[in-house]
């Protein structure tokens, strides 16, 4: 599958050139399974051939970050905090997800929101998701959106800019951006485990006399 979305890719920047790129990263912050990794390289190669110019590729491609990040931050403000709170009271603990851990998880993003949009635009798997937290704090919109061309400029300045000096072999900046995705999976992993002993299954096992109560975190 991975194959022919990369041959579809090909395809879409051979044929459009800046506006294909532009698409594409739109897509692929709304549609992950189009891996950036796949389309900046790419377009920094058609650039280092001499059929376009390095610096129009990573406008375009900052371009398609912007209109991709406008997307989710609407659809997410557009459901709004107050149904996502409601949708937590009354489901939420079904994930053990309790309302006091949106509210700080709510004042953690008010106060890192810059560092985690700007940081955030640079992380693989990160990129695209963070809109969606800003989106339901509403952050002030030209804020988001400079922090968001900040950010994606640097990501898409690398991979394209590597992408041009590899040429031919464009295709092994996938190999380090995989190796990149693995570390943030491994840590994301982590941090799910553990929040899934602390917040699931200690206060379970305490509950059934398994483990005693002072050992339960608040």
Known sequence: MLDDITTWVTDVVDALGYGGVAFLIALEN???PIPS???????GFVAGRGDANLLGMIV?????????AWILYGVSAAIGPERLRAFIVRWGRWFGVREHHLD??????DRRANAAVLIGRCVPLIRSVVSIPAGFRRMEIVRFSVLTAIGSAMWNTALITAGAILGERWEEVGDVVGLLQAVVILVLGAII???A??????????????????????
């Not at 700080?104 to 993003?109: C, Y």
């Not at 006399?209 to 608040?218: A, E, N, Q, R």
């Open 37 to 43: 990794e796949a389309v900046l390289p790419l377009a």
């Open 193 to 195: 485990a553990l929040l």
């Open 30 to 32: 709304v549609f992950p």
């Open 60 to 68: 375009a491609a900052t371009i398609g970050s912007l209109v991709g």
């Open 104 to 109: 700080r998880s709510e004042a953690w993003f």
């Open 197 to 218: 002993w602390k917040h699931l299954i200690r206060p379970r096992l305490a509950a059934a006399g398994d483990l005693p109560p002072d050992d339960i975190s608040s």
